[in-house]
């Protein structure tokens, strides 16, 4: 939970050294952090396909995992992102190394000591399924984007009767007739 909210849709990212909370799930919460971002005009690369992203700021907000009974809480860090994914939030090795979790992917368990044992986190693996599914979606849709321009300057090149599409002829079907 971050900030008493839910987030079902977190990846695990190992190998990320960013914690990213999305600009869509704090207004989901209903959460007006404006006056808690702290400006950044430092762009991260590699989360969207070819481009810089630029983050709205930094927000340090407390999250909890576990159950009413064993829980830990820890305040993390957050890059707030402007920008569409599948996800509600993508904890990075920074989210991993304070909460001194063991993410063990392949099983979608995640594992860290609380007040009263190890709590183990289990992922679902229909909605991790569908978080890639939508991943792929937008990552095509974003590249689609990024050539809309290629295309617009090629076009410009064009004389106007190229540009123009064929009328396509209507082909009538003409069935033999069966012999019996």
């Known amino acids: 939970m971050v900030v008493g909210a839910r987030l079902t849709r977190t990846l695990i990212d190992g190998g990320g050294g960013l914690n990213i909370l999305f600009a869509k799930t704090l207004k989901k919460m209903g959460l007006d952090i404006t006056n808690l971002l702290k400006p950044m005009d430092s762009p991260y690369y590699g989360i969207v396909l070819d481009n810089a992203a630029v983050p709205l700021g930094q927000v340090t907000l407390p999250v909890t995992f576990g159950t009413e009974v064993n829980y830990r809480t820890e305040y993390l860090r957050f ?4 920008f569409d994914s599948s996800y509600h939030a993508i904890f990075g090795r920074p989210a991993i190394a304070k909460f001194m979790a063991v993410p063990h992917y392949t099983y979608l368990v995640l ?11 289990n992922g679902d693996l229909k909605t991790s399924y569908d978080c890639d599914a939508e991943a792929v979606t937008i990552a095509s849709e974003l590249q689609q984007l990024s050539q809309a321009p290629l295309v617009a300057m090629a076009a410009k090149k064009l004389s106007p009767e190229e540009l123009e599409i064929p009328m396509k002829k209507s082909a009538s079907l ?5 012999g019996l």
């Open 79 to 82: 890059e707030v992102a402007d």
């Open 174 to 178: 003409v069935m033999p007739p069966r």
């Open 111 to 121: 594992k860290m000591s609380g007040p009263h044992g190890v709590l183990y986190l």
